[in-house]
Every structure is written in structure tokens, then in C-alpha cells.
């Protein structure tokens, strides 16, 4: 579709240089960009989400940055309706938007769209947060193992909240929360090119530890102390915080603590590379800008 707006939407692992790509093509192309980050939209949240710097914020114009409370309830629904009225306010003025982030969920309701889901049975969300609150984190995991393999094996199964509304759908509805999301592709009236940053995994690694690293010496511990008091609140059942939690709660040691969130950020990754590469309509490269552009010069 050349003769419609583009919005260029940047995905891949944590930690895989996304940013620095984002505010290249936001320069080359003088439009805004949208995080596509179910972390960085929380104001309270800075260090372990790893937001763009301040100066970097004012340079150039971010959507779903700083724009909630972690008192308040973001899921991908919010998010859709959240960015399409975003890029529909940059494309008043410029011809292409830059969408970046790892959030696969999010992303795949701001290109595709999203299905209602029915209405949950209240006595399985009651017995399910009963079951939760008795037998804990670990039987949580395992019942979404058994009840939900696709969400055990592609969602945020660190994250306690976000699993018991998966087990909530599936025990009601028969299907996957993630089987609602995919019903029916609504069809934007913009055109979608999905880039895709793709290096060799121990490149990847080796950039996760040095983020932490940085994350660590940066106050991040510090950070975690402070958010103490909103630990159960769904936006801190997260990687870099919880295993912090541990550290304050007297569990771990501080280098276990920072060893602990290397280890779960790389498996996030992994999670990540696995539902982006499921998605044909991702153009991967390597984090060369001038591939980048040359191919959405090509392409629109």
C-alpha cells in the first residue's frame, strides 16, 4: 500500500539494541515513537525497565512512556486503543510512525487486533486465587504447565497475575487466552513493516549481563526498596524486581540477586525469539541502520 502512512514496528529480544535502532529510524524519518514495552508506560518504574534516557525523552517525542500508574490495570486491550489513537495523531503530520518494543502480545493487538473475550466464571476466578494464595507460586506454574501449555509456553509465567487470568480464560472458555487474540486480523489503514533485530545469541548474552551490571551500579537495588511497599501490585511481578524482593526479604545475597535476574532476563529472551519467530511478516537483520532504511525505502 504506498500511497498510505507506515509505521515501522521494531521487535526482538531484550537487551538487543531495539532502542538505539528506534531513535535512528525516528531521526532519519523526524516522526515519534511508540513503546511497545508492558513495563516502561509506569512512571514509578525507571532503572530495571530500561527506559530511554531523559535527554533522549525530550529529544524526541515517546508514546507509552511515563503515561501510567502501576496502580492502574495495562494489558494489551489498554495498549491497542492506547497506540492506535498515538499513531493516528503522528500520521496528522508525518507520513511514517516508529512502533519499538519486546512486548509480542502488545504488538500482535496493535497489528492485528484483538477479539472480546467472554465473560469469566467468578467461582473459578474465586477458587483459582484461593488455590493460589494456599499453595503458592510454584503450583501456579504448574497448573498453567498442565491447563495452558501455550501460555506456559509464551507467556510471562514469572508474572503470578498474568497467569491466573490465563488460567481464568481457559478454565471458562475452553481455549487460551493467547487463541482469543487470533481469531480475526483486522485489517489498519496504514501500512505495517515489521523489522526484526536478530544477533547471535552469545552477542545477546553478553549484552543481558552488561545491562544488569549497569543496572546494578545505576540504583537499581535501591529502586526495589523503595517500590517495596507495592511488591504484590501486578507491574512489580516482574524480572529485575522480584529477585531483588529476595534480596530485601533476606533470601539471597546481593550477587545472587543480580545473577538471578541475568539468568531470568536471558530466559525472557528466549521467550521472546520464540513468538517473534513465529511471525512470518518479520524482516530480520542485524542492527545495521542503513539496512533498515534501504529496505523501507524498498517497501513503501
Known sequence: MPDKKTCIVIVGPTASGKTKLSLLLADYFKTSIISADSRQCYKELNIGVAKPDEKELQRIKHYFINTHSIHEEINAAVFENYALAAVEEIFAEKDY???VGGTGLYIKAFCEGMDDMPGIDESVRATLRNEYSNKGFDW??????????LFYAQGEILNPQRMLRALEVKLSTGKSVFEWYTIKKKQRPFNIIKLGIDIPRE???DQINKRVDMMMEAGLPEEAQSLTDYRYINALQTVGY???FDYIDGKVTLNEAADNIKKNTRNYAKRQMTWFRKDTEINWFETQADDYIRFIADNT
Open 140 to 149: 501456579l506454574q504448574e497448573m498453567i504447565k498442565a491447563h495452558d501449555p
Open 97 to 99: 510512525a516508529v512502533m
Open 242 to 244: 522480584k529477585e531483588l
Open 203 to 205: 552477542v545477546l548474552y
